[in-house]
């Protein structure tokens, strides 16, 4: 079976439902032309027998949510009896005999190594040994994953600069962009619940976690009371009660996908107000380049991704004080400054989608695929064999 057809397998960390990122973007283009199985971490249930829910959020993708008796969270080794037996149930169910699999999370490893694929993908979207509450096994697991797969994908430079010698087939695929979703927002309504919050807005949208500097969202908030910063997004892994609480920080909760574009619309500035931490080194924010699709004013503090390709277009802030006054800077450019930054993010959107990502990603999956063939015979062999017969 070409790899243009055969089925995907993936393991992730994160839900489906969660913030539409980039796991989302690449799956659902890969489903256009195959089927995509979904395999999120399970769930607790004590009064049931171990069993799957499913869902179908789009044509050819199943998102597959176990639900076992055991309180661990993750791809514990608790979990890992139940998994593997849920997980051989739903190979024979949907009659799968020849497929490729996809990892995000080295903790699903063994999980995965049940199975008999054509080739691994592990798609190192963040460096997650860095983050808050990460399991001890994760960096063990990471290496035995290098090791397995067949070809890796990073999700922007500083992940690559970071892992590239430890594989021969990786590449370097930054956050990308569908630009006209989110051109949407040059005119859209404004979202009814800030419709009422008083300019100027500076906003965010994402994840609220370890990764934001809640101090410098605190410094911003009262240096700049007539400043209104309108946070959308879950938060995750901190207490709500760490958050700053001032009457111009509006905190409006996680948004889908399709609405995001009815915030930014009424947002003066954009704001990415990441820490400067370990689980903040290797991030590379899908959000800015959407914000550039919005072409709305930027400000970053300096990370990595963010500094050292859009430097000249993102207005940079390290400091609080420096962060300031470079949303001082963006709020109060000249028409001038904001043509020739526009002109920049037009550049860099000319340059990247989702889709050509997807379309280069899978011809290294084809080449991957079709090697295994040739080395094995037409039909190849499963990817467990094939490590065994290439030692």
Known sequence: MHSDVLPVIVFSHLRWDFVYQRPQHLLSRLARNRRVIFIEEPVHDAEAAPHWEHSKPLPNLLVC????????????????PYLTALVQQLVAEERLEEYIIWMYTPMALPLAQELTPRSVVFDVMDELSAFKFAPAELVEREESLMRWADVVFTGGPSLYKAKQHRHSNIHCFPSSVDAGHFRQALTAEDAQDQADIPHPRFGFYGVIDERMDLDLLDAIATTHPEWHIVMVGPVVKISPDDLPRHPNVHYMGQRTYNELPSYLVGWDVCLLPFARNESTRFISPTKTVEYMAAEKPIVSTPITDVAE????????????????????????????????????MHRVLEKTSWDTTVEAMEKLINQVVEGNADLNGEHGAPRSNLLMQTK
Do not use: N, W
């Not at 949510?65 to 890992?80: F, I, N, W």
């Open 309 to 344: 390709p859009y430097g000249d277009i993102v207005y940079l802030g390290d400091t609080p004080q420096e962060f300031i006054a470079a949303c001082e800077q963006a709020l109060h450019a000249s028409a001038e400054e904001r043509e020739a930054r526009l002109a920049k």
């Open 65 to 80: 949510k176990p639900l076992t008796p055991v309180q661990d969270q993750g791809y514990s080794r608790e979990q890992m």
